[in-house]
């Protein structure tokens, strides 16, 4: 039985109403007036020639969006150049994707199948057109898999892992034009999750234009001559470099995203021209985006905040924070916006990572030991974090899932947060911690002071803040703290070598996770994991890097989330979740905060089609993504 038909079979239904609404009254359909000369001249065929047969017809019922209107640039703040990945990020449209009940459903696919977990089968919508007007075929997939994914040249490591199961590759096959198959020998859940992500999985590509760029396809001479002119290193980094889909720097680059890249970088400015072929259509047939372009204006991230009160963003949460909503809620009505307050999705705003694989040896044992690290969890004041730097409306709780997930329980939040200095302080002395030095700090076994080095990315305010109020609080344990802010690509090179004793920053991504999504953040898994990134190197790269994990309970995290890679149904998925999210809570990997803060959110007041609160959260809804951008438009 396929687990997704039932908001499959939704869907199907919402489309084949909107399909007749569309077949139905086709001449009624309103060309946006920035494409329609071109329909005139010829340039571009008209709407329902532009949409593929069956459209996917946004349901606008059980919420507060309206039908909008073609019109208008909608401008944002980025401060760095790869940040116009995030238009990518925003516009969320995916072969498969979250609902708004986190519910995996079709969206650039007009359906999929799912057979025992491991067989998928993906059909494409007819007519489904790139932006530049070439049809969207299963030669795609076809291209990807055999002239990217499986060739060394251009894929060293080998496909993504969601195209592996056990380590295994699927069989892939084309069944005909617009219905491909992956089929794998033991369950891959991760698939589908792999396309509905944030940064997704991309299992295809415009094959019609990146064939220019591939040896096999392209004339050798005109090929040497782009590596030549361009200054490439060889043809496979033209193809990579120019076929870049999550990070969309190339303008002529074909997309399926609402919104394409119409700039050449570096630039200050990149411009986002509307998509004339999504796939996507309002439920009166009217195709989105409402809204024509797109400015991303780069800058300092420091001026982002001020920036925004000085109203030069019609929609802003990047480089936002807490600390910024008094300051931004003051030029509300002069600079003509709004300060929505959601929350953060992410499962603690503030998280501590001792780094169980640091170089020195006499902390790694203290970091590998329960006691220590519950010890320094129950050393800290949760309700004057909270208040300092929350004014109170966080909660205080562990690094966790959120009340909104339906994996949450109490006694995951509740685990070793409550302060109680002088267990702690036993809990150090029980562990032969019970010298002191001058100053009442403790020494460690080799006699050295118990000093701990605390070092961030240097990204948020707050973090700073929180490690003034963090240095008092275990001073009372009679541990001296120091901090230390680096460049994050230097930071995260620092503890995959075991020079950072300790990381600060957001939480894990799991807030909101519901049994389907990947559980890979409790368990050791990838080197950008700051408590065990050796143990995490050690399983991306199979033993090739790193070392595996020495402690038991972590073994165990292991063990769990490659059960979950062979799952097959949702009682199996939300038993693993369950026994490792109270594994990772017992054992205090990272050290939560708060949970839940307010994350301001400023909407030109008038914008339309924004929810009035909502998650802020990259994983599972890609921050703006599920709440679709491409509904959203301007009032007059």
């Not at 060293?156 to 069944?175: R, Y």
């Not at 361009?230 to 074909?254: D, F, I, K, S």
């Not at 990997?589 to 909502?614: C, D, H, M, W, Y």
Request: net charge negative; charged share 25%; glycine share 8%.
């Amino acid at each position: 039985m396929n687990p997704h038909s039932k908001p499959l079979a939704i869907l199907t239904l919402i489309a084949a109403f909107g399909l007749l609404a569309i077949t139905g009254a086709r001449a009624a359909l309103e060309e946006p007036p920035v494409l329609a000369p071109l329909v005139e001249d010829g340039t571009l065929p008209p709407m329902a020639e532009r949409l593929p047969d069956q459209p996917l017809v946004v349901d606008f019922e059980g919420s507060d969006k309206t039908i909008g209107r073609y019109c208008c640039t909608l401008q944002m703040l980025m401060g760095k150049a790869k940040d116009i990945r995030m238009m990518t990020v925003y516009g969320y449209a995916r072969l498969i994707g979250f609902d708004s009940n986190y519910d995996l459903v079709p969206d650039i696919l007009e359906s999929f199948e799912s057979e025992e977990g491991r067989i998928f089968t993906l059909h494409l919508r007819k007519g489904h057109k790139w932006s530049d007007g070439h049809p969207f075929t299963a030669e795609d997939f076809r291209y990807y898999w055999e002239d990217v994914a499986t060739n060394e040249e251009l894929s060293a490591s080998g496909p993504p892992q969601v195209l592996l199961s056990n380590g295994k590759l699927p069989k892939f096959e084309v069944i005909d034009s617009h219905t491909v198959r992956y089929t794998w020998d033991e369950p891959n859940p991760a698939f589908p999750l792999g396309l509905a992500g944030a940064s997704p999985a991309y299992i295809y590509k415009p094959a019609h234009y990146m064939k220019q760029f591939h040896k096999r396809y392209a004339d050798a001479e005109t090929l040497e001559k782009i590596v030549t002119d361009g200054e490439y290193r060889n043809w496979g980094a033209v193809h990579t470099r120019l076929g870049r889909q999550y990070r969309p720097e190339n303008p002529e680059m074909p997309t399926l995203q609402p919104w394409q890249n119409t700039t050449k970088g570096p630039s200050k400015r990149f411009e986002f021209k509307r998509n004339p072929y999504y796939h996507r259509v309002d439920p009166n047939g009217q195709q989105l985006p409402y809204i024509d372009e797109v400015v991303l204006l780069m800058g300092s991230t420091d001026l982002i905040p001020a920036k925004t009160g000085a109203g030069e963003s019609d929609i802003q949460a990047r480089y936002l924070n807490f600390d910024d909503y008094t300051f931004l809620k003051q030029g509300e009505e002069q600079q003509g916006y709004r300060v929505l307050t959601w929350r953060a999705g992410v499962a603690s705003q503030i998280s501590l990572y001792p780094n169980l694989n640091v170089k020195d040896p006499v902390w790694r044992d203290l970091f590998q030991d329960v006691n220590f690290r519950r010890a320094l969890s129950l050393g800290l004041n949760r309700d004057e974090l909270n208040e300092q730097l929350f004014f109170g409306l966080a909660k205080v709780g562990g690094d966790t899932v959120l009340e909104e997930s339906p994996l949450f329980k109490e006694e995951y939040a509740t685990a070793w947060v409550h302060n109680d200095v002088e267990t702690a302080n036993k809990m150090l002395d029980e562990l032969g911690l019970d010298k002191r030095g001058s100053e009442n700090v403790r020494l460690l076994p080799d006699g050295r002071p118990m000093e701990i080095i605390v070092e961030s990315a240097g990204e948020f305010a707050e973090q700073t803040d929180a490690l003034e109020l963090i240095r008092y609080h275990w001073e009372e344990l009679g541990i001296k703290t120091f901090t230390r802010s680096l460049q994050r690509d230097i930071h995260r090179r620092r503890f995959l070598t075991g020079e950072t004793m300790m990381t600060i920053s957001k939480g894990l991504n799991i807030g909101l996770a519901t049994p389907d999504l990947n559980p890979e953040e409790l368990a050791p898994v990838s080197p950008a994991q700051p408590n065990w990134p050796v143990w995490g190197q050690y399983t991306q790269t199979g033993g090739k890097a790193g070392e595996p994990p020495s402690l038991p309970s972590a073994k165990r995290l292991l063990e769990l989330y490659q059960s979950w890679r062979q799952s097959t149904n949702d009682a199996e998925r939300e038993a693993i979740w369950s026994e490792m999210l109270e594994i990772y809570s017992e054992e205090v990997f990272s050290i939560g905060i708060a949970r839940e803060a307010i994350q301001p959110v400023i909407v030109n007041a008038k914008l339309r089609n924004l929810p009035e609160t909502g998650i802020y959260s990259w994983s599972p809804s890609a921050f703006f993504g599920i709440y679709r951008p491409d509904t959203f438009w301007f009032a007059e």
